[in-house]
C-alpha cells in the first residue's frame, strides 16, 4: 500500500468515526440529548441546595461535538440520578436571570464569567458562589469522568459544610 493510499485511506476512516461521533449511529439517528436551558440561575441553585447538592452548569456551543460528549456521557446521567444539571448556550440571545436578579442574556453571562471555551462545566453553591475548579474543555476523555467525579465531590462538600 502507498503512502498515499495510506492517508487516503485514514481521512476516510477519520469521516467515519467523526460522523458516527457526532451521531451516535451510522445507520440511525437517535433524538439528540439535552439538558434543560435555565431563565433563571438563582431558581436552578435553589431547587439544587433543597436536596443539598450544588448547581451544575454547562456552557455549551451549539455544534460542538466534545460539548455532546461531555452532556450525553457524563452530565445527563448525573441529572437522570437527581443532580440539578442546566445548560446555558455562548452566542445565545436567551433572557437570564443572574443569581443575584440582574437580567442579561445567556451570552453576556458567559461573557461575564470570562468563559472562551467549550465545553466548560461549573459548580455553584450558596448564594451563587463557584465551589469547585470549573472543568475547562474535554480534550482528555479517558480522564474526564475522573476530573468531574472529583470536583463534584469538593463542590458537595461545600454545599454540605456550609
Sequence with gaps: MTHA???SRRK???????????TGSLTTLAAPVTLPMTDSLAASLGQALRIKQPLVVMVSLHGCAFCK???EN??????????????IDMRDNRALADFDGTTLTHDAWVRKQGIK????VLFFGFEGREVATRLKGAYLP??????LDEQLAVARRVVAGA
Design 117 to 120: 471555551l467549550a465545553p466548560t
Design 142 to 147: 479517558d480522564f474526564y469522568g475522573a476530573y
Design 12 to 22: 476516510v476512516l477519520q469521516s467515519i468515526a467523526l460522523f458516527a461521533a457526532g
Design 74 to 87: 457524563y452530565l445527563q446521567p448525573l441529572r437522570a440520578s437527581g443532580l440539578q444539571v442546566v445548560q
Design 69 to 71: 460528549v461531555v452532556r
Design 5 to 7: 493510499t495510506r492517508l
